[in-house]
T-cell receptor, first 115, second 114 residues
Framework: KAGVTQTPRYLIKTRGQQVTLSCSPI?????VSWYQQTPGQGLQFLFE???????NKGNFPGRFSGRQFSNSRSEMNVSTLELGDSALYLC??????????????FGEGSRLTVL | DQQVKQNSPSLSVQEGRISILNCDYT??????FLWYKKYPAEGPTFLIS?????DKNEDGRFTVFLNKSAKHLSLHIVPSQPGDSAVYFC?????????????FGEGTQLTVNP
C-alpha cells in the first residue's frame, strides 16, 4: 500500500509570493491534516479536511488555506509569504472514522524556504 | 502557549539500558496521549498511545505511563537499541475533537550508543 505522498519535497520562494503544496493520502483514507514543523516548536496543527470539508482549523492566519478534492487529495496554499513561514510542512492521512484514535500516517514533508 | 512540553531536547543512553522520555501537559481537556517517532528525512510514525482512563500501556519494548494528577507522561524503552535513535514527539488530543487534531511537544532527540 503506497504511503502518503507530498510534492514538491523542496522549494524556495521569496517574500510576498504564494505557494501551493500537494498531498496524496493513503488509498481509502478520507481525512487529511496538515502540520507545520519549525525548530523548537514541534509540529503545529494547521487544518484537517474530511470528505472535502474543513473539519478542524488551527491558530494560523488566513494566509494559510487548504482544500480537499473528491479523491481525498489535498492542497494547502500560503499567500503573501513571510520569512517566518519557512518550515517543514507535513501532511498526514487517516481513515477518518475508524482505526486507532490519533494514529496519523505522515508524508515526508515539503521543505519550504522563504528568502 | 505550549500546552505540551518536552523539557529535554536530547537524551543519550547506552545500548541495552532503559531510555525514559518525559512529557508534561497543561490542558485538562486532553484525554488521549500518543508518542510518535521521527527519523531524519521521514515523516513521524505512530509508536504507542494511552487513554486517560489508564495509567499504563505496554507494547513490546515500549511502555507509556500516565500520571493525570501531575499532568505528566513518560515513555520507557527497554532495552534500548541503536535503531531507536530518533526524535520522539509526545502528542495529546481531546476526544471531543478530531483524532487528527494533535498537539505536539517540541520533541526529544534520543541517541542510543552501541
Amino acid at each position: 500500500k503506497a504511503g502518503v505522498t507530498q510534492t514538491p519535497r523542496y522549494l524556495i520562494k521569496t517574500r510576498g509570493q504564494q505557494v501551493t503544496l500537494s498531498c496524496s493520502p493513503i488509498s481509502g483514507h478520507r481525512s487529511v491534516s496538515w502540520y507545520q514543523q519549525t525548530p523548537g516548536q514541534g509540529l503545529q496543527f494547521l487544518f484537517e479536511y474530511f470528505s472535502e470539508t474543513q473539519r478542524n482549523k488551527g491558530n494560523f492566519p488566513g494566509r494559510f488555506s487548504g482544500r480537499q478534492f473528491s479523491n481525498s487529495r489535498s492542497e494547502m496554499n500560503v499567500s503573501t509569504l513571510e520569512l517566518g513561514d519557512s518550515a517543514l510542512y507535513l501532511c498526514a492521512s487517516s481513515p477518518g472514522t475508524s482505526g486507532r484514535w490519533g494514529e496519523l500516517f505522515f508524508g515526508e514533508g515539503s521543505r519550504l524556504t522563504v528568502l | 502557549d505550549q500546552q505540551v512540553k518536552q523539557n529535554s531536547p536530547s537524551l543519550s543512553v547506552q545500548e541495552g539500558r532503559i531510555s525514559i522520555l518525559n512529557c508534561d501537559y497543561t490542558n485538562s481537556m486532553f484525554d488521549y496521549f500518543l508518542w510518535y517517532k521521527k527519523y531524519p528525512a521521514e515523516g513521524p510514525t505512530f509508536l504507542i498511545s494511552i487513554s486517560s482512563i489508564k495509567d499504563k500501556n505496554e507494547d513490546g519494548r515500549f511502555t507509556v505511563f500516565l500520571n493525570k494528577s501531575a499532568k505528566h507522561l513518560s515513555l520507557h524503552i527497554v532495552p534500548s537499541q541503536p535503531g531507536d535513535s530518533a526524535v520522539y514527539f509526545c502528542a495529546a488530543s481531546a476526544r471531543e475533537t478530531s483524532g487528527s487534531r494533535l498537539t505536539f511537544g517540541e520533541g526529544t532527540q534520543l541517541t542510543v550508543n552501541p
